[in-house]
C-alpha cells in the first residue's frame, strides 16, 4: 500500500528506499513525482468524524476554548452542550457519559492512564499534552510527550499528528525538523484536521509557493477556519490570490461557520464559559 494514495500497488511500484519504510511513510512513484500535492488537495476535504460535538453532533468550533474534552470517555463537548446539561442539574457528571468528574488532579490523570493502557489514542494525546504543557499536577515532560505523541499518531490520531507537526516545524522542545513536521501536518490535514490544514499553508507560504499556501486555505476556509480566510484576504491584498477565490473562501466559510452556530452555544458564549 501507498500511504499517501492509499492504492494497492505492485512491488515495481516503489524503489527500494520506499519498499522499506513502514506504510504509513511509504510513497508510490505517481505520489513521488505529483510531490502528493494531488493526494493532499484531494483527502482531508471535509472535517474528521471526531471533529463534532459528542452530544449535539454539530461540527466543534475551532477555538478549542468553545468545548471541554472529557477525561472520562475522551469525547470533546461543546460549551452549548455543556451549559444544557448544566441547567438540567448535571453539574458533576460528564455531559457525554455521565461518568462522575473525577475529584483532583490526581484522579483526572489516573482515569486518563487507565485510557491509556488500554490502547486509547486520544487519551495518549491528552496525557501527552499534559506532559508537554505540565500540567494537572505533573512536571514538564517533553520526551515522554513525544513519545505520547508519536504513538498516538502511529494509531491514527490526526490531533498527535497536529502536535508532532507543531513541535518539530517550530523546534518546540524538540530539534528542529521541518520536513518531518511537514509530513505529521500533512498526515493530519488528509484525515480532515481543520489546523494541520492551516498550517500546511503557513508553510507553503514561508517557502513562497502562495499558489499551494491558497489552495490548501481555500480547502480549511471551507471547514469553518477564521485564519485561513484571513489569510487569503491577505494573499488577494498582496496579488497572490484572485478576487474568485477569495469570496469563494469566504462563502464556504460562512456556511461551515452556520452550521456550527446553536443558541446554546451562542448562551455559552454569551456568560463566558
Request: net charge neutral; charged share 30%; hydrophobic share 35%.
Amino acid at each position: 500500500f501507498c500511504g499517501a494514495c492509499e492504492r494497492l500497488l505492485p512491488d515495481d511500484a516503489f524503489d527500494e528506499e520506499q519498499r522499506r519504510r513502514r506504510q504509513s511513510i511509504r510513497r508510490c512513484q505517481d505520489c513521488i513525482a505529483a510531490g502528493n500535492e494531488l493526494v493532499l488537495m484531494k483527502r482531508g476535504t471535509a472535517r474528521d468524524e471526531e471533529d463534532f460535538c459528542s452530544v449535539c453532533q454539530l461540527p466543534l468550533p475551532i477555538a478549542m476554548e468553545e468545548s471541554m474534552l472529557q477525561p472520562c470517555c475522551m469525547k470533546r463537548v461543546c460549551n452549548g452542550c455543556i451549559l444544557a446539561a448544566h441547567r438540567r442539574g448535571i453539574l458533576d457528571k460528564c455531559a457525554f457519559c455521565r461518568t462522575p468528574h473525577p475529584r483532583d488532579d490526581a484522579s483526572a490523570v489516573a482515569m486518563i492512564q487507565r485510557r491509556v493502557d488500554k490502547g486509547d489514542a486520544g487519551a495518549m494525546h491528552f496525557l501527552g499534552e499534559t506532559y508537554f504543557l505540565g500540567g494537572l499536577g505533573l512536571a514538564k515532560d517533553v520526551p515522554r510527550a513525544i513519545d505520547l505523541f508519536t504513538r498516538a499518531a502511529e494509531l491514527g490520531s490526526p490531533d498527535a499528528h497536529l502536535s508532532l507537526g507543531n513541535a518539530y516545524y517550530t523546534a518546540d522542545g524538540v530539534e528542529e525538523d521541518k520536513p518531518r513536521g511537514i509530513h505529521h501536518w500533512q498526515q493530519a490535514a488528509m484525515k480532515g484536521h481543520v489546523l494541520g490544514r492551516h498550517d500546511l499553508g503557513i508553510a507553503e507560504q514561508d517557502k513562497a509557493n502562495y499558489e499551494l499556501a491558497v489552495q490548501h486555505w481555500m480547502i480549511s476556509a471551507k471547514m469553518g477556519c477564521e485564519m485561513s480566510l484571513t489569510g487569503i484576504k491577505e494573499m488577494f491584498i498582496d496579488g497572490h490570490a484572485t478576487k474568485a477565490q477569495y469570496f469563494d473562501a469566504l462563502k464556504g466559510y460562512q456556511d461551515a461557520a452556520g452550521e456550527a452556530k446553536s443558541p446554546q452555544r451562542k448562551e455559552a458564549k454569551r456568560l463566558g464559559m
